[in-house]
């Protein structure tokens, strides 16, 4: 089966790089208008924009800081602005400052939740507000929004050296699983995608060599992730194909949160 979110509105943040820049580029695959958020990295996300749109599609690149509610509000008036509504949001802005707990300082903790854990507040609250101004449209979607969440497996998974982005995403689980509580009766879905290890930027150093080799004895499924692997969950979540899932958080991990050091210790 096809999916196709023809006429149907994304935003994704943090869309410069990684896995927002597959995200968008596979939600435009799909059919869908592309809202392509970067924060300090325009120009790739101003060439996505462009070679999304030489392929036909439509799509607008728009920089934003995801932990500041001005720019969070200008974000959306400019999607609002350029394609007249929004279907689907991806929040999926997110950063690491990793250190040890005793050496951790207060500003990396705050760093490190205002962009993973706030951001993704101000734009589901942003994009719930869009969702309820405009009329829902029956012939694009079953559901009359998509919020869908990036997590990680760190949301089950403590992460030593890492408090504050596990906090983060813990705190991400619960801010999902109460939205969607709050506001499915008015048809607005909301999920999250728990990603294991994926190779992006994001993690550039520990993916590579021995530390790489460390990381796949975590993976049941025997390979690390790529970012079309998130991208093509995140697109089935966006879809009519997914309209009965609501509340839950879909891991992409090949097992990593089957917590396979257990297996040979029976
Ligand atoms: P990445 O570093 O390539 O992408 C993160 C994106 O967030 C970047 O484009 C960056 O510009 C953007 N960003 C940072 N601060 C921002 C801000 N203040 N406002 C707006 N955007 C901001 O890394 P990635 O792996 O693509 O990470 C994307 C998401 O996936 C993150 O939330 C991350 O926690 C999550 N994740 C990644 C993995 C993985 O293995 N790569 C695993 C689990 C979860």
Redesign the pocket.
């Known amino acids: 089966m096809i999916i196709s979110l023809e006429k149907q509105v994304a935003l994704v ?10 995200c968008a580029e596979a939600l435009a695959q799909a059919g869908a208008a592309v809202v392509i ?5 325009q120009e790739p996300a101003e060439s996505l924009a462009a070679r999304i749109r030489e392929r036909g599609g439509q799509a607008i690149a728009v920089g ?5 509610e001005a ?1 969070v509000d200008a974000l959306f008036a400019q999607a609002i602005n350029a394609f007249g509504r929004l279907d689907i949001l991806v929040a ?5 400052k990793d250190a040890p707990i005793g050496e951790m300082t207060l500003a990396d903790w705050n760093k490190v939740i ?3 854990l706030t ?1 993704q507040f101000l734009c589901a609250r942003a994009a719930l507000r869009q969702f309820r101004q405009q009329e829902a449209d029956p012939a694009l979607s079953r559901a009359s929004g998509k919020i869908i969440h ?5 949301q089950v998974i403590p992460w030593a050296g890492h408090a504050n ?1 596990a906090a ?2 813990g705190g991400i689980d619960l801010l999902m699983r109460s939205i969607a509580q709050e506001i499915g009766e008015e048809r607005i879905r909301v999920n999250a995608v ?10 550039e150093d520990t ?1 590579q060599g021995d530390a790489g080799q460390k990381v796949l004895e975590l993976i049941p499924y025997g390979r690390i ?1 790529a ?1 079309e692997d ?1 991208a093509n969950a995140v697109v089935w979540l966006a879809s009519d194909l997914s309209d009965y899932v609501h509340g839950t958080t879909l891991f992409v ?1 090949g097992g990593m949160s089957l917590y396979p050091g257990f297996r040979d210790n029976g």
Do not use: C, F, R, W
């Open positions: 943040t943090g869309a410069s790089s990684g896995l927002g820049y597959a958020n970067y924060h300090s990295q934003g800081d995801v932990s500041q720019d999926n802005s997110g950063l690491q205002e962009v993973n951001g990036m997590s990680s497996v760190h982005y983060s995403k728990a990603p294991g290890a994926i190779k992006t930027a994001i993690n993916l992730g970012p998130v991990d």
